[in-house]
């Protein structure tokens, strides 16, 4: 497997939004831990290009997420910095291949965590606020025919980022039970909770922490990390407005296309 061939196929489709039909031409042999050294390939030939790593992401934990996609564990991935957008502007539809919408709180670190025992207790003590954010996943290969080892290899499907202006400390909120919600052009289309987030997103964190001290990587002060969608994706479709809303809490809103 040509690990570098197969990164620039990903970044390339990526530039035209232009889906690819597979990105790899023969799974034979082909591991978790292969796929993610090509995801690990595309953050070197980014930051040579001039983006930087800003943070984790976590998907495809909750059930909803993995019965949307057929995707029988969970995927993760980098977030770069360039993948960051403002709140409560238009994302050009032009900018994206096929996109889905998500809702999640995102954590804010004060602190450095990872390593394989890091625990719940680890998390809280590294967070220093969370804000409520959706992510918008957009798979490189046609029609989201995805396995684990393409959303690997494809950065965990991530699109952008989009943070919202309320932070909370963990005191201020119950991650273990927030009722969470995308409407589109003010009307609700999927429901969810945070609790279906591997029971809360902090113990989501902590089991995304175990699981890349397979990789040597730990998370650093003022890293986002994402814990992943507590509702099934969206499909979005150019002129709506979309909002993600936690329930006492807050919510974030962007419009996608004109």
């Known amino acids: 497997m040509d690990i570098e061939t197969i990164a620039r196929s990903i970044i390339d489709a ?3 939004r232009e889906p690819m039909e597979r990105i790899f031409p023969d799974e034979t042999g082909m591991t978790a831990d292969r796929a ?3 995801q690990q390939e595309i953050v070197r030939l980014k930051t040579e290009r001039g983006d930087t790593v800003a943070g984790f992401k976590l998907g495809n934990i909750a059930k909803a997420m993995q019965n949307r996609f057929g995707i029988d564990q969970p995927d993760f991935g980098y977030i770069m910095a360039e993948q960051f957008h403002p709140e409560n502007i238009t994302l050009p539809s032009e900018n994206y291949i096929q996109p889905f919408v998500e809702v999640e709180p995102a954590f804010v670190l004060k602190r450095s965590l990872g390593g394989r025992h890091t625990t719940s207790a680890d998390v809280i003590r590294a967070t220093d606020f969370v804000v409520p954010a959706l992510e918008i996943i957009d798979s490189r290969v046609r029609g989201w025919d995805i396995g684990i080892f393409d959303t690997l290899a494809d950065s965990g499907s991530t699109g952008a980022i989009i943070l919202g202006s309320q932070p909370r400390s963990l005191n201020e909120v ?14 609700t289309v999927m429901t969810g909770n945070t609790s279906e987030i591997y029971g809360s997103p902090i113990s989501a964190i ?18 986002v990390v994402l814990p992943g969608s507590c509702l099934e994706a969206i499909e979005m479709q150019p002129g709506t407005d979309l909002e993600g ?14």
């Open 206 to 223: 902590a089991w995304l922490c175990r699981r890349l001290s397979n990789y040597g990587i730990t998370f650093s002060e003022g890293d």
């Open 36 to 38: 993610f050294r090509v």
């Open 14 to 16: 990526t530039d035209r």
């Open 245 to 258: 809303v936690f329930e006492g809490w807050g919510g974030v809103r962007v419009r996608y296309g004109s």
């Open 174 to 187: 119950n991650l273990a039970d927030t009722p969470g919600r995308i409407d589109i052009d003010g009307r």
